[in-house]
C-alpha cells in the first residue's frame, strides 16, 4: 500500500470515529432545544395574538405537506414561533445533510434576535457540533470559519457550557489538521488544549473519556 493509500485510509478511519462519536454529542445536547421550546411555549402559548402561530407551528408537525408552508410564513412573524419554525426547519436540513441551509439559518438565529445567554449557548453549541461532523460528511474545510464564530459565541459565564466549550475547541483543531492531512503530535495547539481538558476540575468525565479516545487515535493511527 503506497503512502497516498495510508494516508486516505486513515482519514476514512478518522471520518468514521469522530462523526459517529459527534451523533452521540448531537442526539445528547438535543434536549437543551427540547428544553427551551417548552419553555418558551409555557411562556407564550396563553397569549391571544400567537394563536394562529402556535396552531400553525403544531400543524407542522402533523402534516407533511404542509410543513415547507407553514415554516415559511412563520418565519416571517414577530414572536417565538417565529424562532421555534427555524429551529424546526434546521433539524429537517440536517437530517437530510442540506448543511448548507441549516449553517445559514444557524446563523439568522443568532444575529437576528436578542437571545438570552443560554439560548445563544445552546444554538452555537449545537450549531459547532453539526458542522464538525458536516466537515468530515463533506470532507470540506468551508465551515472552519463558521464553526469558530459559534464556538465564540457560547458564554464563557456559564459554567454548564465551560466543558462543551473545550471540548469544541479541541474537535476544532483536530478537524484542521485532518482535513489539512497535518500531523497530530506535532501540532502545539492542539496538544496544548488536550492537556487543559484532561487536567481541568471543570471539565465533565464524559467529555475527557472521548476526547481521550481522540487523542490516542490520533496518535497512533
Not at 91 to 116: C, M, T, V
Request: aromatic share 14%; net charge negative; no cysteine.
Amino acid at each position: 500500500m503506497n503512502k497516498e493509500d495510508k494516508n486516505n485510509n486513515f482519514f476514512k478511519k478518522t471520518q468514521l470515529f469522530i462523526v459517529n462519536n459527534l451523533r452521540n454529542i448531537l442526539l445528547s445536547i438535543g434536549f437543551i432545544f427540547i428544553i427551551f421550546i417548552s419553555f418558551q411555549i409555557y411562556n407564550y402559548i396563553n397569549l391571544n395574538n400567537i394563536k394562529k402561530s402556535s396552531a400553525q407551528f403544531f400543524d407542522s408537525f402533523d402534516y407533511e405537506d404542509q410543513f415547507i408552508l407553514n415554516i415559511d410564513e412563520l418565519q416571517k412573524q414577530k414572536n417565538i414561533f417565529s424562532s421555534l419554525s427555524k429551529l424546526k426547519l434546521i433539524q429537517n436540513f440536517n437530517n437530510n445533510n442540506n448543511f448548507i441551509s441549516s449553517n445559514e439559518l444557524y446563523k439568522d438565529l443568532l444575529l437576528s434576535n436578542e437571545l438570552d445567554s443560554i439560548y445563544l449557548s445552546s444554538i452555537s453549541a449545537h450549531a459547532a457540533y453539526t458542522l464538525i461532523n458536516a466537515t468530515y460528511i463533506e470532507n470540506t474545510k468551508k465551515y472552519l470559519n463558521d464553526i469558530n464564530f459559534y464556538i465564540e459565541n457560547i458564554s464563557d459565564d456559564l459554567e454548564n457550557y465551560f466543558s462543551i466549550k473545550k471540548e469544541l475547541e479541541y474537535l476544532l483543531l483536530v478537524s484542521e489538521i485532518d482535513i489539512n492531512n497535518l500531523e497530530y503530535k506535532n501540532n502545539s495547539k492542539v496538544i496544548e488544549i488536550y492537556g487543559i481538558i484532561v487536567n481541568s476540575s471543570l471539565i465533565s468525565s464524559s467529555i475527557k473519556e472521548r476526547v481521550k479516545k481522540i487523542h490516542e487515535f490520533q496518535l497512533y493511527k
